[in-house]
């Protein structure tokens, strides 16, 4: 049976980090397989830079969409696929080779998933998180002190930037166009209860994929 493939979309610090890790807890790794878009950035030497020499990751341009596109194309298939983690540029860190297995849900996440058309013709159900303006900053600014190290004012000015006016004309068009949106101002666990029984009916009679995870990778 052909997989049941989700897209889960919203703007920076919307909460589709917390989102992932609950469908994660709730389900086992031969239930469901999660792709990141973040592992798809493309080298900072590829990236188009500004007259000011800088490289603006919000926009669609910076990710290769191809290849995430012909590895959840894989996957679909039942061949699985892999891609080396993406580690937001920070020179500390070593990144893994992350690989994915077949499974019967297939869940893509990331800022971009729904910019490509053949890309969105792929997902079963389109979800967005939604947060207001106010929320996303405050939740950016402290994960991006705490968590990347970024000094406040370089924070600031790229969400002024570079994250907002991205958001507003690549993100927030295809929020209507969605399945499910899931407003996450305060408090996301409704919408995550809503979403994981609504996997799990789909998880009902289709067969385990253990022996497809096996199969070889181009």
Avoid at 134 to 154: A, G
Avoid at 209 to 217: C, Q
């Amino acid at each position: 049976m052909k997989p049941y493939v989700v897209g889960i979309a919203g703007g920076s610090a919307s909460g589709k980090t917390y989102l992932l890790s609950q469908l994660l807890a709730a389900f086992t790794p031969q239930e469901l397989t999660l792709m990141s878009l973040d592992n798809y950035y493309k080298p900072a030497s590829e990236q188009p830079k500004s007259p000011e020499g800088e490289i603006n990751w919000d926009q669609p341009q910076a990710l290769d969409l191809e290849l995430c596109k012909r590895h959840l194309s894989r996957l679909i298939k039942g061949r699985r696929a892999s891609v080396q983690e993406w580690t937001f540029n920070n020179p500390n860190a070593t990144p893994r080779t992350l690989q994915y297995l077949p499974a019967p849900i297939l869940v893509l996440e990331g800022l971009f998933v729904y910019n490509d058309p053949e890309l969105r013709r792929l997902f079963d159900l389109k979800v967005f998180i939604d947060a207001e303006e106010h929320v996303k900053l405050s939740r950016r600014i402290r994960r991006d002190l705490v968590e990347r190290n970024i000094p406040l004012e370089e924070v600031l000015n790229q969400y002024e930037t570079h994250v907002v006016p991205m958001y507003h004309q690549h993100v927030e068009p295809f929020k209507y166009a969605c399945d499910l949106i899931l407003p996450n101002n305060s408090v996301l666990g409704k919408g995550v209860e809503v979403l994981v029984s609504h996997l799990r009916l789909h998880l009902q009679g289709r067969p385990a994929y253990e022996s497809l995870a096996e199969g070889s990778e181009d």
